[in-house]
């Protein structure tokens, strides 16, 4: 049977800071998606038709700032470039660099550039002022990435790769020839969906399949097929040298039928919705999986989405009138589902003041809300500081500010049909300071970003900084407030907790090397410091 679930939980401090950390794990030093295919080949098969993808170009994210006033962003360039590195310290030439974007949906992705390394290991790309996934890949190694936008440069380090080799069959055991297979990375319910790490279609005559990139973190295997539902492997970390065996099994899944309608219950064609699984991993709350099937609704609001896998699920809506509506369900057996009734509704709004730590306004701050059903929303403060989103889905989510390195991240609770009114402020500057040097390969990393959070006061606010390292790899970063940090070198899975005191330079080395082989301990996450 099937049972909706709808509850809500607001933002806390610890919330916050274990979002953070899997921010930090799972966006910043986190590999995204690396292995480019045709976009018909994406699921075997199993993604929406062409026809669907006009409908559905109703709804357009606003990931990408395509009317922000230049004016408003005097230090913004049309480029994001950087070096790709090897684990041994030397550039990559011919590494694939790719950026994606939000664009159909807030947890599905769209590709926007792509790129290769230069012979140096140099990349640029032209994008439009938005956020940005950004993936590197080269063969032989395995995949990393961050997140990006367009006037930064980052260094990307790609280390060395595990194997995974096995078979993909059907409920009679029989091997499934033709499917697809993508690495994911595990993200809390929460976050915003990020691109497959790896991503091939395969057709081999007994189902076998040879996966060799890898990330050095813990990931999960997604397999899909025309006519069956996507199969999902337990989590696991692959170190270089280690080949895993797995085998992944598909099935039918079931049909889940439903109708959009507004408020009052009348019906709403041409919304786009889509079915995400959502998988629990210990005490973590649900790492949602991607999209798992899509559809878009007929003229009277109906829809059917095929093949959807048993267990917790949710759905969600998607047109340009309202906000995303989602409701979670819980598919315990395909006999006699009863259909989904998915309301849309206009959500709430947020409106506030971007400040600097005395008050005063900023203005061209680039505000960002965060949250899975929307992935990332931008926009820019006025000359008097404000900013406005409208159409929020109702709920906890992520309000982020940035101004050059310094980045403060808050909670906020949208309410149905109301505005709340929500400043955020940088805070004092401090007198600690950090300071260290990054090395890959025994060589100086330069321009490599460096991610420094910190809690903030006691309303749950984080603090973030972006120090860059110079060219023989040291980094410093001064005017801190006191307290305990989370140091992440982005792209990697290097990182380290220390405390900062007043008036003291706390100092901090980082080496990035391949990680050990996990080969008889159990895998698990980074966990936040």
Known sequence: MMQPSTSQRPPSRRRLWIAVGLLLTALASVAL??????????????????????????????????DSAPAAQPEARPTISGLVYGSDGNTLAGATVVASTFEVAGNVLSTAGSVKSDERGRFELALPDGTYQLNASAEGYGTTSTTAHPG????????????????????????????ALDVLSAVTAETPATPPLFSRTFD??????????????????????????????????????DVEKMDLTLSQGCILTGHAVDPSGAPLPGVYVDAESLIAVGE????????????????????????????????????????????????????DLPPVKLVMSPGGSLSGVARDADGKPIAGARITL?????????????????????????????????????VMMAGVEIAEGKTTQQDIAFPPQGTGEIRGRVTVGGKPLPGARLVLAT?????????????????????????????PYILNVESTSTGAGLRVRPGEVATMDLQVVDPPSMKGKEAALPPPQ
């Open 284 to 335: 973590m709350s649900p790492v949602a999986m991607e999209a798992a099937a899509q559809a878009q609704t007929e003229d009277d609001g109906s829809f059917s989405l095929p093949h959807v896998p048993k267990g917790t699920v949710a759905v969600r809506g998607y047109d340009g009138s309202n906000a995303v509506s989602s409701m979670e369900i819980e598919v315990s057996s395909c006999d």
């Open 204 to 241: 081999s005559p007994d189902g076998s399949f040879r996966i060799d990139q890898l990330p050095s973190w813990q990931f999960t295997v997604r397999a899909t097929a025309a006519g069956f539902a996507p199969a999902f492997s337990p989590m696991i970390a692959v170190a270089a040298g």
């Open 33 to 66: 998606f690396l292995a480019l295919r045709p976009a018909e080949e994406q699921t075997g098969g199993a993604r929406a038709p062409a026809a669907a993808a006009e409908k559905r170009a109703r709804y357009r994210n606003r990931a990408v700032l395509r």
């Open 152 to 179: 930064e440069a980052v260094s990307l380090v790609l280390s060395r790769s595990g194997v995974i080799e096995g078979r993909v069959l059907d409920e009679r055991g029989e091997p499934v020839r033709r499917f």
């Open 370 to 406: 965060a949250h899975r059903p929307i992935g990332f929303v931008n926009t820019v403060s006025d000359a008097q500081g404000r900013f406005e989103f409208e159409q929020v889905p109702p709920g906890a989510l992520r309000v982020i500010m940035q101004r050059g390195e310094q």
């Open 455 to 483: 809690a903030v006061g006691d309303e749950g606010a984080i603090g973030m900084y972006y120090p860059v390292t110079a060219e023989d790899g040291s980094y410093r970063a001064s005017g801190l407030p006191p307290g």
